[in-house]
């Protein structure tokens, strides 16, 4: 089976620019989180749907983030307008029940200048 | 607040030994413990996990220990190989919790 798929892999803008990430989870899989990693630290947790409900949204640091799973497919995170805090690599995981791990994404890593 | 952290941030082996990295967590409500491994370029890709009503759990080449008691985690791996040179991190999540907390992560290099 295919696995996450996030776009862009990397992605370079200017402070105050727009950037919509887009994740494409395993298919079936109604559980889909977005986490992000900053300057090599934990990989700290932003959200979590159920299928196109927003579950869980405790992570997201503040009004510039944006989520959005329509249809309960593919999810996009726009980030307007960005900031240099906001550079990290972005991951998208999904999984087909809440137990048991993820199937994460290789990432997105957002750059910020 | 609820934290996973790790005692070394980087772990350095000769290939063929066993390896142990080590994870403390904070939150006692935590009951199921993941291990994660993270090569360069890509996403985390789960290895083991276990759940709090156990206190190890082996699988291919590797186990995991938990000590409930002063909340530590460890995974373990043998005969390590450079294959295994990546970031690992631990991950917890609570009871009746839907986020998974991620620690800072350890790197492992493999010497050949």
């Known amino acids: 089976e295919a696995g996450v798929t996030q776009f862009p892999s990397h992605s370079v803008i200017e402070k105050g620019q727009t950037v919509t990430l887009r994740c494409d989870p395993i298919?079936?899989?109604?559980?889909l989180y977005w986490y992000r990693r900053v300057m090599g630290k934990e990989i700290k947790f932003l959200l979590h749907?159920?299928?196109?409900?927003?579950?869980?949204e405790s992570g997201m640091p503040n009004n510039r983030f944006l989520a959005e799973r329509t249809g309960g497919t593919y999810s996009t995170l726009k980030v307007q307008p960005a900031e240099l805090e906001d550079s990290g690599v972005y991951f998208c995981?999904?999984?087909?029940?809440?137990?048991?791990?993820?199937?994460f994404g290789s990432g997105t890593r957002l750059t910020v200048v | 607040g609820e934290s996973v952290g790790l005692h070394l941030p980087t772990l350095s082996v000769q290939e063929g030994d066993n390896s142990i990295i080590n994870c403390a967590y904070s939150?006692?409500?935590?009951?199921?413990f993941i291990w994660y491994k993270q090569e360069s370029g890509k996403g985390p890709q789960f290895i083991i996990d276990i759940r709090s009503n156990m206190d190890k759990r082996q699988g291919q080449r590797v186990t995991v220990l938990l000590n409930k008691t002063v909340k530590h985690l460890s995974l373990q791996i043998a005969a390590t190989q450079p294959g295994d040179s990546a970031v690992y991190f631990c991950a917890e999540r609570y009871t009746g919790g839907f986020k998974t907390i991620f620690g800072a992560g350890t790197r492992l290099f493999v010497k050949a």
């Open positions: 749907f159920v299928k196109e409900s927003k579950q869980d």
């Open positions: 995981a999904s999984s087909q029940r809440l137990e048991g791990g993820f199937t």
């Open positions: 298919s079936g899989h109604d559980n």
């Open positions: 939150n006692s409500a935590s009951d199921y």
